[in-house]
């Protein structure tokens, strides 16, 4: 398996799945043991950006000052391998390795990447392809387990249907920081992912503001968890996907020109082969079944408390960053002289260590925000073995179901992003305001 090396013609055995702002996805189709069930993350380089070697730039030396403290991860041979022991090192350990899968790294030739790019363009999102390509210089794509597929367990039948699905859950906490300034003072009350819709609805980027709210999923609720869910079902955007067999059957790749609708008859039919129901209630019954899962496996709550080491907001963090890079502080120059400078002249004078752990501790929050869950189901049979996967009983249909839950796309974020987080923040904050003063009909503002 080391020395496999993937060559143009193996570009026919792996599909497009999807890809996010730095990786592109391909689930495998072909036949060989070593890579069915799994898929392969090709990074990706922004076609405004300059092509890199493997690795090129990092670890600056301020990144080795953040990381140093994990083992392997600055004195990796390439960023692509660093990223990974940053999964294991720094992530495993905080959500649990049970639920976290850092993967392999496996041999990838040119041209196989370029095979790639050419054969899955058709399937790419436009808005993604204008904004970043394939990088052909990688030598490696990282292979991880398909977790849109469930495993077959030793004495299961392997006609059994899976369904999966996969939520981006976003920030589940409003932030309470000293540090936020008073004119930002909404950050308080209104989450994260509801301000940030206004921005997207402005920028053209979605076409209707989505119902669900973080805080309902995280919220320990059964009730609230059913109702984020149910508001998920209908405004996806990128944020919910059903997988059935592992092909995507509802949701998007997020954008406006996303229509998905829980009524599309093969999405039903799938649900058929799962959950038994009379005709028109598959759908609410799924939806139960996701809504108990999240709620019985307590999983959000162990995100959660990643999500919260995050303790100061970007208002805050921004002020350790330029210290640690040694610049002066910009949002201090141009602020001036505030009620705010005293709070932030005790984050300047904090110790190095000190100001490190805040960044450090806000980018390995920010992965948690942006992260993905996926949670797997496969009905248990009477005649099944000892399974190891855990079961949930769905009351509706008298159904027990296997499930496995994994969090995935926990991509390492540059230091150098702290300046990008902390405008988007503000340019986040002011949409959303804009749009109060407005009383956006959209946003269901009167």
């Given at each position: 398996m080391a020395l496999t090396i993937l060559q143009a013609k193996d570009a026919e055995e792996w599909a497009y799945r999807g890809e996010g702002a730095v990786n592109l996805i391909l689930a495998?189709?072909?036949?060989?043991?070593?890579?069915?069930?799994?898929?392969?993350?090709?990074?990706?380089?922004?076609?405004?950006?300059?092509k890199c070697e493997n690795g090129c730039s990092f670890p600056t030396k301020h990144e080795g000052l953040l990381w140093g403290k994990f083992e392997g991860i600055v004195s990796a041979p390439t960023k692509e391998i660093a990223e990974q022991l940053y999964v294991q090192k720094a992530i495993c350990p905080l959500l649990g390795s049970e639920h976290v899968d850092a993967g392999i790294r496996i041999l990838v030739s040119r041209e196989f990447l370029e095979a790639v790019e050419y054969k899955v363009l058709p399937q790419r999102p436009s808005w993604r392809v204008d904004a970043a390509k394939v990088n052909p210089l990688c030598d490696s794509a990282l292979l991880i387990a398909d977790h849109s597929m469930f495993p077959h367990v030793s004495g299961s039948l392997k006609e059994d249907f899976c369904v999966s699905i996969e939520i981006k859950p976003k920030c589940g906490f409003l932030p309470t920081s000293e540090f936020i300034a008073e004119e930002n003072a909404v950050k308080k009350i209104i989450t994260r992912f509801r301000m940030h819709q206004a921005l997207k609805l402005n920028q053209g980027k979605i076409s209707q503001i989505s119902k669900y709210d973080p805080l309902d999923l995280f919220s320990g609720s059964k009730d609230r968890i059913q109702k984020a869910i149910k508001a998920l079902f209908l405004t996806p955007q990128n944020n919910f996907r059903v997988f059935l067999n592992g092909s995507l059957s509802f949701g998007g790749m997020g954008g406006a020109a996303d229509s998905t609708s829980v009524s599309d008859q093969s999405f039903i039919n799938g649900l058929k082969s799962v959950i038994l129901a009379k005709d028109g209630m598959h759908a609410e019954y799924f939806r139960e079944l996701v809504a108990e899962t999240v709620f019985n496996s307590r999983l959000l709550d162990r995100l959660?408390?990643?999500?919260?080491?995050?303790?100061?907001?970007?208002?805050?963090?921004?002020?350790?960053y330029y210290d640690i890079v040694s610049k002066p502080c910009l949002v201090c120059r141009n602020k001036g002289s505030n009620k705010l400078s005293t709070r932030y002249s005790t984050i300047h004078s904090m110790p190095m260590d000190e100001k490190l752990r805040v960044v450090r501790d806000y980018l390995i929050s920010a992965t948690a925000k942006d992260l993905s869950m996926m949670i797997s189901f496969m009905p248990k049979r009477n005649n099944d073995l000892e399974s190891p996967h855990k079961v949930v009983f769905l009351e509706s249909s008298q159904q027990a179901f296997y499930y496995?839950?994994?969090?995935?796309?926990?991509?390492?974020?540059?230091?150098?992003?702290?300046?990008?987080?902390?405008?988007?923040?503000?340019k986040i904050v002011c949409c959303y305001k804009e749009s109060l003063d407005h009383g956006d009909s959209k946003m269901g503002i009167n």
């Open positions: 495998y189709c072909g036949s060989s043991p070593h890579f069915v069930g799994k898929v392969l993350r090709i990074h990706k380089f922004p076609n405004n950006g300059t959660l408390e990643v999500q919260k080491l995050d303790t100061i907001d970007i208002e805050g963090a921004i002020h350790a496995k839950a994994s969090f995935i796309d926990l991509d390492m974020k540059p230091l150098e992003k702290m300046e990008y987080y902390y405008k988007l923040d503000q």
